[in-house]
Every structure is written in structure tokens, then in C-alpha cells.
């Protein structure tokens, strides 16, 4: 009987017994009650390589993309502006190679309407585009304005307080379990940092920002807190986490085309997805099809980018994106370019990344498959 009465009173004091790191709940990034914010996202990246000796003359490979997206959301409208542009510049080895450039922009502003405020459904939206690239007689500028369904509600605010939150715990500011509502306030806080930074200046805002966060987790941070929180906020990049769906179409007109033809007719029908698989992990994957109506034309283009990226730790992440073009055409064979690339991107500064990328590319007009390993910097600059 003594055996069982001291194996029961261990059980016993096991489980009675306070755990040293309890494991917190979380809220899903499901939760968030997005207000009125804006996010940005500024890169320029680039790659470079050289070879020389056993050959007529040195070769060289120059890469380099700007990619930009600021979206501003309220109950009533999503402003989206978004540019990207590509450039290179290369040589061959062989003394008949000449240097060889190419560049291609596009750019695009959307502005999304809703007839009910606040709500996920029904929407007008008016969107206007302007495209350049080499050699072209003209640039490229569309017009539509459609109609759409549905939303897609940025939820990184609510990332990076699940983010500041786990950080104060790992330096034992916080003990227990926080409300939801709690998250909420602290991510209604962070979105709105544009504004503590115009109120109180670039150098003095930080002190506000983080110490209404104070407020709202009802407690006092301290200096390790605030240190600690600071790092987080300023030092550690997540990247852009969304959630939700739409669908939209629209009519317009090409107002000028790179053939020098101007006032086309066009239809564009597209749809976008995306779905934080975790704290961690975004999908997204976003489809237009476009067509011009001229001459009883049958030709069309469809886009479809997929990409997935993974938080592997506070500093590196995992990008993996296709990208998939499809060019009907009437006049000539149809053409599909298939884009994979995978990239390991390690934060060196919260502004500077070093990348290590692998990409598959094959079109129908190429025989083989081009593939490449190449290492290059990212560079942030919003």
C-alpha cells in the first residue's frame, strides 16, 4: 500500500505542479480585425557574374528587378499601386559576342470600391497600367473599370504582435497567457505606425509607438522590454501575410500598345487567393486572363504567378515561386513560358538580404531548359 499511496502523491504533484515553459496560446492570423492601414513593399535585387581565361574575352552577366506594392485599406476602399521592371545586361565569351541589354517595366494602379463598407462582397473598381520596353515604338497604357466580389485583408499586423509578444516572453517581460483582444490592440497599433511617424517625427516616434503597445498589454515592459520590442519591430523583416479572395472583370481600352497602335478595345477577367498556412507560411496565387477585341480576334494572354514562402527562422526565409504565361495568338504558333525559381534569402541587415536562388525557365520557342544557381543581394527599401 506504501508503494501505491507514494506513486499516486507523485502523479499527483506532477501534474499540480507549475510548468516551467508553458506552452502560450496564440491567436490564428485568422482573427485579425484589419482597421484602417497601409503596408509597403519596396525591393531592388541583383545578381552579377564573370568568367574569364580559357576564352576570346571575358563574359559577364548583369540582373537587376525592382519590385514595389503599396496598398492603403479601409472599411470603404483598397488603393493598390504596384510596379515591377527587370533589366540585364550581358556578354558572351567568344570575340564575335557583342554586350547584349534588355528592360521591361510595367506599373498599375487599382482602386477597389465597395458598395457596402466593411463587407467581403460586391465592389467597383477603376484601374489604370503603363508598360515600357526596350526597342518599342511606344509605351504601353490601359484603362478598365469592372466589377468584383470578395477581399483580401492584410494580416501581417497581427504577425509581427504575435512576433513582439513571443520576444518579450523569451526575456520573461510576460508570464501569462494573453486575451485575444489584447493581439488585436497591439496590431491595430503596429498598422498604424505610418502615423505615429508623421505625428511624431522620424527620429522621436519610436517611444510613442512602442509605449501605447505598453498600454495596451497593461503592464510594464522595462527596459529589456522596450529594447527587446524595438529590435523586433526594427531588426527582424516578416514578410507580407494576407488572407481572402476575390474576383473581378472589367472592360477598357489599350490607349496606346507597343506597336504604335492606339485605342483597342479590352476585356480582363481575374481572380487572386491567398492563405497564411500558418504563422510562418504564406500561399498566394493571383490570375488574369486580357484580351483586346479588334478584327474578330481570338487571341488572348493568361498570367498566373503562384508562390509560397516559409519563415524558415527570424532570418531566413524560403521563397518559392511559378510563374506561368500563356500568349494565344492567331497569326502564329502559340507561345508558353513556364518561370520556377526557389530562393533562400538570409536577412544581414532589416533592409539587406543575400540570396542564394535556383531557377528552372522553359518556353516554346526554346529547345532546352534554361537553368540557373545564382547569388546576389536584395536590397529593401521600404
Known amino acids: 500500500m506504501k508503494k501505491y499511496d507514494l506513486l499516486t502523491i507523485t502523479i499527483a504533484s506532477i501534474f499540480s505542479a507549475p510548468l516551467v515553459n508553458p506552452v502560450m496560446a496564440e491567436p490564428s492570423l485568422f482573427d485579425y480585425k484589419e482597421a484602417t492601414s497601409s503596408y509597403e513593399d519596396a525591393y531592388v535585387a541583383g545578381s552579377f557574374n564573370i568568367g574569364s581565361g580559357n576564352q576570346d574575352q571575358s563574359n559577364y552577366n548583369l540582373d537587376l528587378s ?12 483598397n488603393t493598390k499601386f504596384d510596379f515591377v521592371g527587370s533589366g540585364s ?20 494602379a487599382t482602386v477597389d470600391n465597395y458598395f457596402q463598407p466593411g463587407s467581403k462582397g460586391a465592389f467597383w473598381y477603376g484601374k489604370g497600367e503603363f508598360g515600357a520596353r526596350k526597342d518599342q515604338e511606344k509605351p504601353f497604357t490601359k484603362a478598365t473599370v469592372g466589377l468584383g466580389y470578395g477581399r483580401v485583408v492584410n494580416v501581417t499586423p497581427m504577425a509581427r504582435a504575435i512576433r513582439v509578444v513571443q520576444a518579450l516572453r523569451s526575456k520573461g517581460v510576460l508570464q501569462s497567457d494573453l486575451d485575444n483582444s489584447i493581439y488585436q490592440a497591439i496590431a491595430e497599433i503596429i498598422a498604424k505606425e505610418g502615423e505615429y511617424r ?14 501605447d503597445m505598453e498600454k495596451a498589454l497593461d503592464t510594464s515592459l522595462g527596459a529589456p522590454g522596450v ?4 529590435d523586433v519591430l526594427t531588426k527582424e523583416r516578416i514578410s507580407t501575410r494576407k488572407h481572402g479572395w476575390l474576383v473581378r472583370a472589367g472592360v477598357g481600352a489599350v490607349l496606346s500598345d507597343y506597336d504604335g497602335e492606339t485605342g483597342k478595345p479590352a476585356v480582363e477577367v481575374g481572380a487572386e487567393y491567398h492563405l497564411p498556412l500558418s504563422n510562418q507560411t504564406q500561399f498566394s496565387n493571383e490570375a488574369i486572363v486580357t484580351t483586346t477585341l479588334k478584327d474578330n480576334s481570338k487571341s488572348y494572354i493568361f498570367n498566373n504567378a503562384l508562390s509560397l514562402t516559409h519563415e524558415l527562422t527570424d532570418v531566413i526565409d524560403w521563397e518559392n515561386k511559378w510563374l506561368l504565361s500563356y500568349n494565344k495568338l492567331d497569326k502564329s504558333n502559340d507561345i508558353t513560358s513556364n518561370t520556377l525559381t526557389s530562393s533562400f534569402n538570409y536577412s544581414l541587415t532589416n533592409q539587406l538580404d543575400f540570396n542564394i536562388t535556383a531557377t528552372l525557365a522553359k518556353t516554346t520557342t526554346q529547345d532546352n531548359i534554361d537553368k540557373r544557381l545564382t547569388m546576389g543581394v536584395k536590397y529593401r527599401l521600404k
Open 198 to 211: 508623421s505625428r511624431y517625427g522620424l527620429r522621436d516616434y519610436y517611444q510613442y509607438w512602442i509605449g
Open 66 to 77: 525592382l519590385d514595389y506594392e503599396k496598398v492603403f485599406s479601409s472599411p470603404d476602399r
Open 89 to 108: 545586361r550581358s556578354r558572351g565569351p567568344n570575340d564575335a559576342d557583342e554586350t547584349k541589354s534588355t528592360f521591361q517595366l510595367l506599373g498599375s
Open 227 to 230: 529594447i527587446r520590442s524595438y
